[in-house]
Structures are given as structure tokens and as C-alpha cells.
């Protein structure tokens, strides 16, 4: 399973890129809003630092806006990919720029019968929200499973990226589902280190360490 990282922060994909867990980066307008940076000097720096694909998101509503302004950010670099809304224009923008050459990653993804249209459209990535559907009693990775089922009975291409994941046992489940990448705060990817036997174990040898004779 890749290893996207769901930030716009620099500094945040500079320190995953360290632990080896950036094979690439998905950012929206609510990211992109936390930097308190311009979305022009956030793009330079993250196509700057990162090879993977970087997932960039259009705001336009119609389809040959959509179009337009994908075009458009397409040009910040090679591995820039066009983030889709799942709507009726959002899917005719995907059709048209991955006939392009344009990756699209079509987002805000929350039925099985929407990923099909995803698929049907050529995304090249499909994102459900699986903490978005938890937060409203759904459950979040049932969806991922369905569209997994779908997508293997076709042969689809479309690669199931699981997105708005809250804690740990989302990226477990995951990949255990066999998602095709799970895309992840950095909060997440720090408490997917962590566990307290580790902690306790290292103190241990620390102490028993200074009783060798030296
Ligand atoms: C990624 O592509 C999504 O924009 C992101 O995972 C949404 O997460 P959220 O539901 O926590 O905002």
C-alpha cells in the first residue's frame, strides 16, 4: 500500500519524507487554508519536494471550468494530479483531462455507485471519505471494501485511495483490505509509530545499559 501524506505543510512533508512514508501528497482548500500561506507558494514547494503524485484540488463547479483550472494546474508539474468533485461535471472533467493524460483523482467519494462512475470515467485515483461516513454512523470501510469488490470483478484501473482517515486502525484496515494507497495526516503517521511496550522497552535497556561494566 502507498503511503500518501494528507497535508499542505512543508514542513510536515519534509519529516515524513525522512521516515520513507511519502510516496506522495494529497491536499484540499481546507489544507491549503491551515498554512496561512498563498496556494501558488504551498504548490511551488511541494511539487519542489516531492517526486510521488501531488493531488491538487479544483474549486471550480462546472465542468469546463473544472477543465480549465485542471489544465492550469497541471502545468506546476508532471506528477500534479487534478482533484475532481464526484458530481456530473466533476466526471466529465475527469473523462476529458485523463483523455489528456492528466491524472485526476476524483474526490469526495461516499457510495459504491459513485466509485463505479469514477471508474467508468478513467479516474485515476478514487477517494472515499472513510472518517467523514464514520462521523455519521456509517461505516467508513465497508465502503472501501465494496469498491474494492467492484473495481477487482472489472479489472477497473482506477487506484482506491482511502481518504479522511482519523486514527491508526484506519490505515490497518486498509491495508489489510488491500487499498491501493491510504492517504494520512501526520498526526496519524506518528501515532502509527508509537506503542507504550516500545517506550518501556528502550527506558529498560537505557537503564540496564549503564550497569555494564565500562
Ligand atoms: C484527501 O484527499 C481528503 O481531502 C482528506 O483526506 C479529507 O479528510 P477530512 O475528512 O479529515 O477532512
Known sequence: MKFFIDTAKIEEIREAKMMGLVDGVTTNPSLVSQTGRTF?????????????PISLEAVS????????EGRKLATYGKNVVIKCPLTVDGLKACRALTSEGIGVNVTLCFSPSQALLAAKANATYISPFIGRLDDISHHGMELVRQILTIYRNYQFKTQVLVASIRHPLHVVEAALLGADVATIPF???????????????????????QKVPG
Open 187 to 209: 498526526a496519524v503517521i506518528k501515532r502509527l509509530v508509537n506503542h507504550p511496550l516500545t517506550d518501556v522497552g528502550i527506558e529498560r535497556f537505557l537503564k540496564d545499559w
Open 40 to 52: 501558488e507558494e504551498v504548490v511551488r514547494d511541494i511539487v519542489a519536494e516531492v517526486d510521488g
Open 61 to 68: 463547479t462546472q465542468a469546463e471550468e473544472i477543465i480549465a
